[in-house]
């Protein structure tokens, strides 16, 4: 049998504009490096996530880094970041 050959695409960052969501960050976190945080943060989650063989959508992962314990200990005044990012 022979082995088929294998392509691997990096989309990050080409598919998710982070300068489109950059302003929401600035906002609600007012640090310029919240936003690579929590990018930084989502890509480790989602690839140990496929690692293990656990299908979790993108989104949804965002969601959970961004409410996560350790983003709200970085931005204590961040305790309501859902309903801020609404606004």
């Known amino acids: 049998m022979s ?4 392509i691997v695409f990096d989309v990050n960052e080409t598919l998710l504009d982070l300068d489109t969501i950059r302003p ?6 007012a640090d310029p490096a919240a936003v690579r945080l ?3 943060a ?3 989650y989602s ?4 690692l293990a063989g ?3 959508p993108f989104t949804d992962i965002g969601g959970a880094v961004l409410r996560s314990r350790s983003t709200l200990e970085r931005y204590p ?3 309501n970041v859902a309903a801020s990012a609404r606004h």
């Open 3 to 6: 082995e088929r050959p294998i």
């Open 24 to 29: 929401t960050f600035d906002r609600i976190f």
């Open 38 to 40: 929590w990018f930084a």
């Open 42 to 44: 989502l890509i480790t």
């Open 47 to 50: 690839e140990a996530l496929t």
């Open 54 to 56: 656990v299908y979790v």
């Open 77 to 79: 005044g961040s305790t």
